[in-house]
T-cell receptor, first 115, second 116 residues
Framework: AQKVTQAQTEISVVEKEDVTLDCVYE???????LFWYKQPPSGELVFLIRRNSFDEQNEISGRYSWNFQKSTSSFNFTITASQVVDSAVYFCALKEVYGGFKTIFGAGTRLFVKA | GAVVSQHPSWVICKSGTSVKIECRSLDFQATTMFWYRQFPKQSLMLMATSNEGSKATYEQGVEKDKFLINHASLTLSTLTVTSAHPEDSSFYIC????????????FGPGTRLTVL
């Protein structure tokens, strides 16, 4: 069965600090997709990134970067030079292609960035 | 990206009444729609998957007679919470995809249901 673990429930940092949000997943499928979403207080999910299981290249988008390592089944997310506007709940999610196409979410990590 | 809307954005109802939530894909045809429920400070839990024109597939533990899902067209799915009770108060989020195997899934803004 698929599973996503975000062990960090809450993280608090001071503005301009770097912060890494951890995500570990379990799946039996060889073909799957990994996602990160941001959920601000308004509740609407904001898509950040999608990664397929065959693409282990790390990605950088502005202050955001992602490290995908199949060997450790991890897909970690780093925010550099954090800002107050980064305060939100961040979800890691997994979608199996042959396992019913369901997207399963981790428990989420609540990030507080203090000025 | 594609846009998914939900209506209403929030609703308050009395215990025992039924509430209908609409999910629309505005600029694409959504063959598959998903309904999630999110309790405060918790994750999104998948309730059901629906394909246009067929019955929804419910996740284990979700009562299909209580949460009626209709996906009658390629742009509209509805979730009806029947005989709502305070424990049904939650944030309901739909998402839509062009196909079951599609890796892109677009989320609606959510509907906050409060049952008094």
């Amino acid at each position: 069965a698929q599973k996503v673990t975000q062990a960090q429930t809450e993280i608090s940092v001071v503005e301009k600090e770097d912060v890494t949000l951890d995500c570990v997943y379990e799946t039996r499928d060889t073909t799957y997709y990994l996602f990160w979403y941001k959920q601000p207080p308004s509740g609407e999910l904001v898509f950040l990134i999608r990664r397929n299981s065959f693409d282990e290249q790390n990605e950088i988008s502005g202050r955001y970067s992602w490290n995908f390592q199949k060997s450790t089944s991890s897909f970690n997310f780093t925010i550099t030079a954090s800002q107050v506007v980064d305060s939100a709940v961040y979800f890691c999610a997994l979608k199996e292609v042959y396992g019913g196409f369901k997207t399963i979410f981790g428990a989420g990590t609540r990030l507080f960035v203090k000025a | 990206g594609a846009v998914v809307s939900q209506h209403p954005s929030w609703v308050i109802c009395k215990s025992g009444t039924s509430v209908k939530i609409e999910c629309r894909s505005l600029d694409f045809q959504a063959t598959t729609m998903f309904w999630y429920r999110q309790f405060p400070k918790q994750s999104l839990m998948l309730m059901a998957t629906s394909n246009e024109g067929s019955k929804a597939t419910y996740e284990q533990g979700v009562e299909k007679d209580k949460f009626l899902i209709n996906h009658a067209s390629l742009t509209l799915s509805t979730l009806t919470v029947t005989s709502a009770h305070p424990e049904d108060s939650s944030f309901y989020i739909c998402s839509a995809a062009t196909g079951l195997g599609d890796n892109e899934q677009f989320f609606g803004p959510g509907t906050r249901l409060t049952v008094l």
